[in-house]
């Protein structure tokens, strides 16, 4: 499957984003799918994830209730919605896919094949 992730751009503290992740090749469905986030100089972060077949969702605390994570199963799409953005909000987001995860590793970047090519979060004081 092949993911192409947008919807990154420039925002102000206090605003929202929605980014897409759309699926090409094969459909998302019976694929868990996360975001996850790369600052300069970190490590790749979880943010949230969605689990095979819609299966529950994952959230990391510095962004629970405030990103929502959901999935259009008609178009291919999983979204992430993004409120009340903060500067360290601020990186590249990236999605990811697996067909066979388990619920455990649903935060673990090692854990997906399939990566999508990142999309720049800039959110300005």
């Known amino acids: 499957v092949q993911l192409q992730a947008y919807g990154g751009g420039l925002v102000q503290a206090g605003g929202s984003l929605r980014l897409s992740c759309a699926a090409s090749g094969r459909t998302f469905r019976g694929y868990a799918v996360a975001w996850f986030r790369q600052s300069p100089g970190k490590e790749r972060e979880f943010i949230a994830a969605?689990?095979?077949?819609?299966?529950?969702?994952v959230y990391a605390s510095s962004v629970k209730g405030r990103f929502s994570i959901s999935r259009d199963t008609a178009k291919n799409t999983v979204y992430l919605q993004m409120n009340s953005l903060k500067p360290e909000d601020t990186a590249v987001y990236y999605c990811?896919?697996?067909?066979?995860?388990?619920?455990?590793?649903?935060?673990?970047?090692?854990?997906?094949?399939?990566w999508g090519q990142g999309t720049l979060v800039t959110v300005s004081s």
């Open positions: 990811a896919a697996d067909a066979r995860i388990i619920t455990s590793s649903l935060a673990t970047v090692n854990a997906y094949d399939y």
């Open positions: 969605t689990g095979r077949s819609g299966a529950g969702t």
